[in-house]
């Protein structure tokens, strides 16, 4: 049974980011049968749903079926990490990989011989099985890909994302300017349900200095750091042609004979 929410009845928001006044931006059509307000911060332009509601409908399955191009993203993923690894991190030990999905990114990760981990709420590790986040462990360096549009508490979010690495990697594509109409940017994405946080760069930058992090921002691609970082590096890095000229003058063991041997001992 559709259910629809009059405009009206939903009150106007505060910005779950910087907490100033949200104005209503528009509705669409969630889950195709929802019809959803959306409110845009009138300081730092972050634009968010209404309560979603919906939520839990929409993770009956943790891949929405219209992401078609994961496999693709996370090929892409695994260049980029490996190049700012390189380049920014090459002491690093312990990595996470959070809203992991069924682990592709993290067994990529592994093949290449970086010491990578799973986890997330709502998917199954099917891909890398027996290295699952522990309880009170920290890591680091994290990555979260496509994971920020999905909170429904960004501040809460993040601060889980702070507390588990001093180095976080996201990705997230920042709202054009000006703000596209919304019927008119794909990454809205409202027939999925799953994207309801949608932010500017001024609104990261936000987030990063509430979190006492340097922001460097390149493309869909955000580095949180509590060190300062090369810019050019992370330039380079975050360019998929450059970031697979830099992997390449790497060289590193992969862990794959060493996790199957972990896998298979009794």
Same mark, same amino acid.
């Given at each position: 049974?559709?259910?629809?929410?009059?405009?009206?009845?939903?009150?106007?928001?505060?910005?779950?980011?910087?907490?100033?006044?949200?104005?209503?931006?528009?509705?669409?059509?969630?889950?195709?049968?929802?019809?959803?307000?959306?409110?845009?911060?009138?300081?730092?332009?972050?634009? *968010?749903?209404? =309560?979603?509601?919906?939520?839990?409908?929409?993770?009956?399955?943790?891949?929405?079926?219209?992401?078609?191009?994961?496999?693709?993203?996370?090929?892409?993923?695994?260049?980029?990490?490996?190049?700012?690894?390189?380049? $920014?991190?090459?002491?690093?030990? *312990?990595?996470?990989?959070?809203?992991?999905?069924? #682990?592709?990114? =993290?067994?990529?990760?592994?093949?290449?011989?970086?010491?990578?981990?799973?986890?997330?709420?709502?998917?199954?590790?099917?891909?890398?099985?027996?290295?699952?986040? *522990?309880? #009170?462990?920290?890591?680091?360096?994290?990555?979260?890909?496509? =994971? $920020?549009?999905?909170?429904?508490?960004?501040?809460?979010?993040?601060?889980?994302?702070?507390?588990?690495?001093?180095?976080?990697?996201?990705?997230?594509?920042?709202?054009?300017?000006?703000?596209?109409?919304?019927?008119?940017?794909?990454?809205?994405?409202?027939?999925? #349900? *799953?994207?309801?946080?949608?932010?500017?760069?001024?609104?990261?930058?936000?987030?990063?200095?509430?979190? #006492?992090?340097?922001?460097?921002?390149?493309?869909?691609?955000?580095?949180?750091?509590?060190?300062?970082?090369?810019?050019?590096?992370?330039?380079?890095?975050?360019?998929?042609?450059?970031?697979?000229?830099?992997?390449?003058?790497?060289?590193?063991?992969? $862990?794959?004979?060493?996790?199957?041997?972990?896998?298979?001992?009794?």
């Amino acid at each position: 049974m559709s259910t629809n929410i009059a405009c009206s009845k939903v009150p106007p928001a505060l910005c779950k980011v910087c907490e100033g006044p949200s104005a209503f931006f528009g509705d669409a059509k969630v889950l195709r049968k929802y019809t959803v307000q959306y409110h845009r911060c009138d300081r730092c332009g972050f634009i *968010q749903t209404e =309560v979603p509601y919906w939520l839990e409908e929409a993770y009956s399955s943790a891949i929405a079926t219209s992401d078609v191009g994961i496999m693709q993203r996370n090929l892409v993923n695994c260049e980029i990490t490996s190049a700012v690894l390189n380049l $920014l991190f090459s002491g690093v030990n *312990q990595c996470l990989d959070f809203g992991a999905g069924h #682990g592709v990114l =993290v067994r990529l990760m592994r093949d290449r011989g970086f010491s990578f981990f799973w986890s997330d709420l709502h998917a199954a590790n099917d891909y890398a099985r027996g290295f699952e986040r *522990q309880d #009170g462990a920290t890591y680091d360096f994290l990555t979260a890909f496509e =994971v $920020l549009e999905h909170m429904a508490d960004p501040i809460s979010g993040l601060n889980e994302l702070m507390s588990l690495s001093e180095n976080v990697l996201v990705s997230t594509l920042p709202v054009p300017e000006p703000a596209p109409a919304l019927p008119d940017w794909w990454y809205y994405s409202p027939t999925s #349900g *799953q994207h309801i946080s949608f932010y500017t760069i001024e609104s990261l930058r936000h987030l990063a200095t509430r979190f #006492g992090r340097h922001l460097l921002s390149v493309g869909c691609y955000h580095l949180l750091s509590t060190k300062p970082q090369n810019r050019l590096l992370f330039r380079l890095a975050a360019s998929f042609r450059m970031a697979k000229v830099v992997n390449s003058m790497y060289h590193r063991t992969g $862990l794959i004979e060493n996790d199957h041997q972990q896998m298979t001992r009794e």
